[in-house]
Nanobody, 123 residues
Framework: EVQLVESGGGLVQAGGSLRLSCATS????????IGWFRQAPGKEREAVSC??????RTKYADSVKGRFTMSGGKNMAFLQMNSLKLEDTATYFC??????????????????WGQGTQVTVSS
């Protein structure tokens, strides 16, 4: 069973930075993907970024390109968030899926989810 635990959320002023971590366990294969997603109150869960361990590729949602950077591997994943904006306020989740050769910016593609960590950006 794949388990994921997020940490690193908090309160930050607009323009500041935060680094989220996702500790993972249970990936039995090297062909897996990890995604970061976020959900604000009253809104649908949306993709932030994803990483494919098979080819090392990373993808980003247009809203975070140039500001967020995802990194990591089999045991940890990170999301470095710079130049934070008010609209980045949300609960951030990491998610995992095995036996894949790509990563996906769609929540429905992922089987396992962490509990989330809150990010609040203030003015």
């Amino acid at each position: 069973e794949v388990q994921l635990v997020e940490s690193g959320g908090g309160l930050v002023q607009a323009g500041g930075s935060l680094r989220l971590s996702c500790a993972t366990s249970g990936f039995g294969l090297d062909d897996f993907a990890i995604g970061w997603f976020r959900q604000a109150p009253g809104k649908e869960r949306e993709a932030v970024s994803c990483f494919s361990n098979s080819d090392g590729r990373t993808k980003y949602a247009d809203s975070v390109k140039g500001r967020f950077t995802m990194s990591g591997g089999k045991n940890m994943a990170f999301l470095q968030m710079n130049s934070l904006k008010l609209e980045d306020t949300a609960t951030y989740f990491c998610a995992g899926v095995e036996d894949v050769y790509d990563c996906y910016l769609r929540p429905a593609e992922y089987d396992d989810w962490g509990q989330g960590t809150q990010v609040t950006v203030s003015s």
